[in-house]
């Protein structure tokens, strides 16, 4: 099964969406400018785009007869949970540490 | 383009409650940061072969591999045993060391006693926002590294390391 968090990976692995995102860092783009100095054909762009908003990692909007891509500002959220998940696993560390030391000291 | 509040990001926070007085609790978190910590969370390029957080302000929190070399990771901004400290979160993207405190996260860690002999540990990551140069910036044309992307890419880069 492909979770969401998979998705997101899948969609980082591959260099040119990394070089799609690093552009669009800067600003909002129509795939034209995004394709511009990239070794790729256009159609390939718009394809690498579509990964990138299943991802949830790009979202596209109407701007006149065109579309503008820009980062989607909600990608935080799964970056929340990651350091959720990476405390939790820390901190169920410690706590079994101290029980550790405890028990130890009752000896 | 939608603007980012640089509080956009709201903090991850967590706590636990241990058998320990605070200061018990605060010196095995710190001083004895190694017993504990999970060999899986380290940025270096060989395996973790300790942990360290130097007790005091401005002090390192550094790890020393198999391979000799050393990982800094973060640093201490505020040093109050056995009540609260804060770390500079100076990661980038690249697993690397990320100088530079205004695109570094903290973490702020607090031990509050219960009463009851035990402690209280609460633990916020926060200023997530920083790590890069947020929509607001971006907006302005700033051409920053560090960006938010690049968080998912240490997202990335943490899953491949584990799995």
Redesign the interface.
Same mark, same amino acid.
Do not use: T
């Given at each position: 099964m492909t979770t969401y968090?998979d998705s997101?990976?899948d969609a980082?692995?591959d260099r040119t969406r990394?070089a799609i995102?690093?552009k669009?860092?800067? +600003?909002?783009l129509p795939v034209v400018d995004i394709a511009k100095g990239l070794p790729v054909s256009r159609p390939a762009v718009s394809q690498h785009l579509k990964v990138l908003q299943e991802a949830k990692?790009v979202v596209a909007r109407p701007e006149g007869n065109r579309r503008l891509y820009?980062?989607d500002?909600n +990608?935080?959220s799964?970056?929340?949970e990651?350091?959720?998940e990476?405390? +939790?696993?820390?901190?169920?560390?410690?706590?079994?540490?101290?029980?550790q030391?405890?028990s130890e000291d009752e000896a | 383009m939608t603007a980012i509040a640089d509080n956009e990001v709201a903090p991850v926070q967590k706590s636990v409650t241990v058998r320990a007085t605070p200061e018990r609790a605060f010196q095995v978190f710190t001083r004895e940061f190694d017993s504990w910590w999970p060999r899986s969370h380290h940025i270096g390029k060989s395996p973790l072969k300790r942990a360290i957080v130097e007790e005091k302000a401005g002090g390192r929190c550094y790890s020393e591999q198999e391979d000799g070399t050393e990982c800094d990771w973060g640093s201490i901004l505020v040093w109050e045993p056995p009540r609260r400290f804060v770390l500079a979160w100076q990661i980038t993207h690249e697993w690397g060391y990320q100088p530079d405190l205004a695109k570094s996260s903290e973490v702020e860690i607090r031990f509050t006693p219960t009463g009851d002999g035990r402690t209280r540990v609460d633990l916020e990551h926060r200023h997530f926002e920083r790590h890069g140069a947020g929509a607001a910036t971006m907006r302005a044309g700033v051409a920053a590294p560090g960006g938010w992307s690049d968080l998912l890419g240490l997202f990335a880069a943490q899953v491949e390391k584990t799995s």
């Open positions: 968090r997101q990976l980082l692995g990394r995102l690093a669009l860092r800067r +600003g909002p990692l820009e980062l500002p +990608g935080f799964s970056l929340r990651y350091f959720d990476y405390w +939790g696993v820390a901190l169920i560390a410690f706590k079994r540490r101290i029980e030391l405890a | -």
